[in-house]
Structures are given as structure tokens and as C-alpha cells.
């Protein structure tokens, strides 16, 4: 276990954000060479984000998880945070539990939450975080970059949810919209936007999601592996998605990347069916691609 070391100055989205921040959490991660394994050295936080302490996993990674004392998100929120994984440290981070964004009032701007990831060399991270809930009336944007030394791996998933399923609001949300690059070497590597407005454009088009309800993505890189062992992870993982698949209930579906990594899509009109099929996914890919075994975060309360 590891405590932190806070700073006082906060994290500032890039000069061209069009949003100032008004909640920042700005974490540092560094590989600590006495113990062969990763430290928070230092972490600055804005309430309601909250980091309390870091945990060391069996492989030596340091284990955060991410907290938002509010509850959830708010009309207007402006979030921003930051993660920086030093030379050969590790490290994983989860939510406590799923993001959850609150109806807004009716003159609420939007809600935007922005990340930023880099990865230094031979850096590692897992991003797990638990799904995304838009409430009723909710517009919420998310932006996602994130930047990959020589030799970092990543393995990085969302999942998206309809809504309040138990209240009926299913696709209720007046908007959102994901923003997410990946760059390697400074060369963009998996570029996506995606913008969902279902009062306008019904989600339940054949189209869109169809029946469907959940979406996930999952992102696995590793910089300077050779296209023919992508093509190979891609074989292998292609059959242990084949087994998750259940076609009319939850569709998976793997692609390479143009270089460095691969990219993993998950259709599913059950919640329940998404985070263990993704959850066994890296465990195949990590034990694969990296020889490891995958541990799976523990929660807090």
C-alpha cells in the first residue's frame, strides 16, 4: 500500500480545450527500483475527484481507484484528468463503481469530462473503469488522448449504458458524444468520434445499435510488436470471442489497428453480459501478448 504525496497546483486541460476545469485529478506514477515495483509519487486533486491511496498488486502495479465523492457527474461539470506512467512502472486504475451522470437542469451546459494518458517508455497501464450511465435529459462529451512511448502497453476499455433501465429511461439522454485518440510515437494510431442524439437519430436503428442496448470498446497496445504478431493475437483472441458470442444477446468483434495494438467491440442487449466478457478478453490478450497473468482490481467502497 502506498500513500500519496499531494501537490497543490492543478492540472489544466491543453490551451485549445474549449471548457475551463473545474474538478482536476493529476496522477504520477513512477517504477521504484528497491521494491521492483510502481508508486504513486504524487498525485493533485480537486474535490469531487479523489484519489485516497494506492494498492500493490501481485505483479508489483500499483492499484487506484478512482473516486468522485459527488456521487456522479453534474449539468456543467467540467472534469480533467491526467495520467502519467513513468519508465517501467505499472499501473492500473478502476471506478469505485459506474460513472453515473445526473439529470441536469434545464439550463445546465453540457457535461465534459477529459483525459489525458501518456505512457513513457516501457510504461504500462490498465484502464478499467466500470460502465458509463447517462441519465434522463443528459448531454455529456468526453474526450480521450492518450500517448505511447517505445515499448508501453496499454490495455484500456469504456462501456457505454442506455440509461436508467430500471426507471425506463432507456436512450433518454438528449446527447453523447466520445472523442478518443491513441497515438504511438507521436503517430495517431486509432482515431475515433462518435456522437449519439437519440431523440434525432433513433439508436434502435439497424443502423445504429438495433436492438441492442450496450456498447463497449477495448483498446489492447503494445508499442513495437510486428504486424505479424498482431495478426496472430488477433487469431487467438478471435477464438475466445467466438465463444462469448451469442448472436441476438451480444456480438463481439476484433480488428487490428494500423499499427501497435488491436481494437475490441462488444454489442450486447444485456449489461450483465459485457464486463465478464471483456474481463476474460484480457486475461487471454494479457497472458498472450505479454506473458503475465491479469489481475482483476479490487474494489473499495
Known amino acids: 500500500m502506498t500513500l500519496l504525496k499531494e501537490s497543490a497546483a492543478p492540472y489544466i486541460l491543453p490551451a485549445d480545450s474549449p471548457t475551463r476545469v473545474r474538478a482536476n485529478l493529476d496522477l504520477a506514477f513512477e517504477f521504484d527500483e528497491p521494491t521492483h515495483s510502481t508508486i504513486l509519487a504524487s498525485s493533485t486533486q480537486t474535490p469531487p475527484l479523489k484519489v485516497v491511496r494506492a494498492f500493490t498488486q501481485q505483479d508489483g502495479a500499483a492499484l487506484v481507484h478512482l473516486h468522485n465523492v459527488s456521487g456522479g457527474l453534474l449539468g456543467g461539470d467540467r472534469l480533467g484528468l491526467a495520467i502519467h506512467v513513468g519508465a517501467r512502472a505499472a499501473a492500473q486504475l478502476t471506478t469505485t463503481s459506474a460513472t453515473r451522470i445526473y439529470r441536469p437542469r434545464s439550463e445546465s451546459a453540457a457535461t465534459i469530462q477529459s483525459t489525458e494518458i501518456t505512457l513513457a ?18 448531454r455529456y462529451e468526453q474526450r480521450t488522448k492518450i500517448h505511447l512511448a517505445p515499448g508501453s502497453g496499454l490495455f484500456s476499455w469504456e462501456i457505454l449504458a442506455p440509461g436508467r433501465e430500471a426507471s425506463g429511461e432507456i436512450f433518454a439522454y438528449e446527447s453523447v458524444e466520445m472523442h478518443a485518440e491513441i497515438s504511438a510515437m507521436g503517430s495517431p494510431i486509432a482515431i475515433e468520434q462518435i456522437h449519439l442524439e437519440p431523440r434525432l437519430r433513433a439508436l434502435t436503428s439497424a443502423a445504429r445499435l438495433g436492438h441492442y442496448r450496450y456498447w463497449a470498446t ?3 497496445c503494445r508499442v513495437g510488436l510486428a504486424p505479424a504478431a498482431w495478426i496472430a493475437a488477433e487469431n487467438h483472441l478471435r477464438e475466445a470471442a467466438r465463444t462469448l458470442t451469442r448472436p441476438g444477446e451480444t456480438l463481439w468483434s476484433i480488428s487490428t489497428l494500423s499499427a501497435h495494438g488491436l481494437a475490441i467491440r462488444c454489442l450486447a442487449v444485456q449489461g450483465r453480459e459485457v464486463l465478464p466478457g471483456l474481463q476474460s478478453l484480457w486475461r487471454s490478450a494479457k497472458l498472450h501478448l505479454f506473458g503475465t497473468e491479469a489481475f482483476p482490481p479490487r474494489k473499495v467502497p
Not at 517508455?121 to 443528459?138: M, Q, R
Request: zero cysteines; a negative charge.
Open 218 to 220: 477495448f483498446y489492447i
Open 121 to 138: 517508455e516501457n510504461a504500462f497501464l490498465e484502464y478499467l473503469p466500470d460502465a458509463i450511465i447517462p441519465f434522463a435529459g443528459v
